[in-house]
């Protein structure tokens, strides 16, 4: 019986990277990653996805069992290279869906290097320099952001969701000390506006808040958080009895790239504390996930322009610093790498102002007697996560290298540079509306009307009168239908994926806008790409008239 599980062995054995250098193993392991990545290399064509976009048969995958025998790593490559069949090329110069990057080959390796050595970021004894990798992303974003690198601190988390997490619960032991050890004992509640990250909902409930003890504030028509309604809630709040815990502070939302006058918050929650003789400060988290990336424009002469950006894309990132360059009065910063950093999935940080707000997260060393006997860098003792990987800390460091400030600022400038264009382009046409004119980021929102339709007065008269709510919610089903052609008509490769959002933002009578989504992120789209969204939106517009 022996002899048996041992030839078992050693076949599994093979399927491993070896400890100890073979050159003849190796050269398979570097064939095998070779084969899977030309298959599908394979699938690429002009369509913006991989191979066959097909059914997916749920029930049959719900009957998968596992098998008796095992198989073999080409098998298995096989297999798993199927399983990228139909997904979204986020490169490809013809996909302009919501906010998925394309990846860069530096950020690639990273991650590939730090799954290949497994690193736990929970203890420097289980990843050594990958550790030090971490604080050295820690010391470039806390410098680019503007915060002190020498006061500020931060970790990588688990996504987005994951950075704001860490920083409302920064909040709450902040507003009820001690709240980690004998929970929330008291009435407080959180403030975001309502066009920011659904995930506040999650983040409310998961922390023990309630998400009915989120306070929703309208925004804007410029897509920012209202300042008078936010100061009459708090002061609401306050006088009720209860505990600010934290405010949202949105830089950047996934619909329009609004951003929060982040400066009129701090100024606000100043004026709260010193109001109302608060004993502690509430906690202003900055979700910058997207707008991060503006920071490397602070610094950068708009007047000289030197990398010779257009007008328009000159003000537009102008308009977007103005707010961005405000980050350093924020308590905290998400960053979401995998956004505007050209990463892979998943790659976020949590920046703090003060590396000493960590500690309100500490646990005793008792509780964990098999960990963190030695060592200097333990951020285990305060993390929620006990793993983290060291792929999302590689792959940030490899393109915040690879692109350097310049290059960072040239990519950036290209994506702002061409939604531009495409809003020139939309408005150009009468029956088309830019619907987020006033946000300048990569993605804009936009609506197409039928014929004889006024689009010099019908979204103000859709926002605000409600006896057009029936045209209103004509011209929505309208626009989903214009959106369903050209999906399905970049599917098939003759035109460019676009996504849609159900809401773009109610009116004053509380219906939701639908609106048509650009959201460019690849370096590879340019002019003709951009014209391409125009024509088939006309096209589209042209067919639905005549049926």
């Known amino acids: 019986m022996g002899a048996i599980y041992r030839n078992v062995l050693e076949q599994i054995r093979m399927a491993f ?14 064939h095998s990653i070779m084969r899977a990545v030309e298959a599908v290399d394979a699938m690429k064509s002009e369509r913006p996805i991989l191979g066959e976009r097909g059914e997916l048969d749920y029930p049959t995958a719900r009957r998968s069992r596992l098998a008796e025998k095992g198989s073999s790593v080409e098998a ?66 806390a410098q680019l952001l503007g915060y002190d690198p020498e006061q500020a601190g931060g970790l990588f988390t688990f996504g987005g969701t994951g950075t704001t997490l860490y920083g409302i619960k920064l909040g709450l032991e902040k507003s009820l000390p001690g709240s980690m050890e004998h929970g929330i004992r008291e009435d407080a509640v959180v403030f975001a506006s309502d066009s920011s990250h659904y995930c506040r909902y999650n983040i409310a409930g998961w922390l023990g808040l309630g998400s009915h003890n989120l306070i929703t504030i309208p925004t804007t028509i410029h897509n920012e958080i209202d300042l008078k309604v936010f100061r009459e809630q708090a002061v609401q709040a306050l006088q009720a009895g209860r505990k600010i815990v934290g405010m949202i502070a949105t830089l950047g939302t996934t619909d329009a790239f609004g951003l929060d006058d982040l400066q009129g918050m701090v100024t606000l929650r100043n004026e709260l504390v010193q109001e109302f003789s608060l004993p502690y400060c509430p906690h202003i988290h900055a979700d910058a996930v997207i707008g991060w990336a503006w920071s490397a424009f602070t610094d950068y002469s708009f007047e000289v322009n030197p990398l010779g950006f257009r007008p328009r894309t000159v003000r537009a990132l102008a308009g977007a610093c ?61 993390t929620l996560e006990t793993s983290r990987s060291g792929g999302g800390v590689l792959a940030a460091l490899g393109n915040l290298k690879l692109f350097g400030k310049e290059g960072l600022r040239v990519i ?15 408005e150009s046409h009468e029956c088309m509306t830019v619907v987020n004119r006033d946000n300048f980021g990569p993605v804009t929102l936009f609506r197409v009307y039928p014929e004889g339709v006024d689009t010099f007065q019908i979204k103000e008269a859709e926002m605000h009168d409600v006896a057009f709510r029936d045209i209103l919610l004509q011209h929505n089903a309208f626009n989903r239908k214009v959106f369903d052609f050209v999906h399905q008509e970049g599917m098939a490769g003759r035109g460019v994926i676009l996504s849609l959002t159900d809401c773009y933002r109610h009116t004053d009578y509380g219906e939701p806008i639908v609106a048509l989504k650009s959201f460019i992120l690849s370096p590879f789209v340019d002019e003709s790409n951009v014209e391409a969204v125009v024509n088939k939106v006309l096209e589209a517009r042209k067919l639905l008239t005549r049926s």
């Open 76 to 141: 298995v490559t096989q297999e798993l290279v199927q399983y990228c069949s139909g997904l979204t090329v986020w490169g490809h110069p013809r996909t302009q869906q919501n906010v998925v990057p394309p990846v860069t080959i530096s950020s690639l390796i990273g991650v590939l290097l730090a799954s290949l050595y497994n690193p736990n970021l929970a203890w420097d004894e289980y990843s050594h320099r990958v550790g030090l990798a971490e604080v050295e992303v820690v010391g470039i974003m």
């Open 17 to 30: 990277p070896q400890p100890v250098s073979d050159r003849v193993h190796d050269s398979y392991f570097v």
């Open 322 to 382: 103005k707010k961005i360059r405000h980050l350093p009065l924020a308590d905290s910063i998400g960053i979401d790498f995998h956004k505007p950093g050209f990463v892979p999935y998943i790659s976020s940080l949590i920046l703090v102002q003060d590396k000493e707000d960590l500690d309100l997260l500490q646990r005793p060393q008792d509780q964990m007697p098999y960990l963190y006997q030695f060592g200097e860098q333990r951020p285990g003792m305060y």
């Open 412 to 426: 950036i400038g290209h994506i702002v540079e061409m939604a531009q264009l495409l809003r020139e382009h939309l």
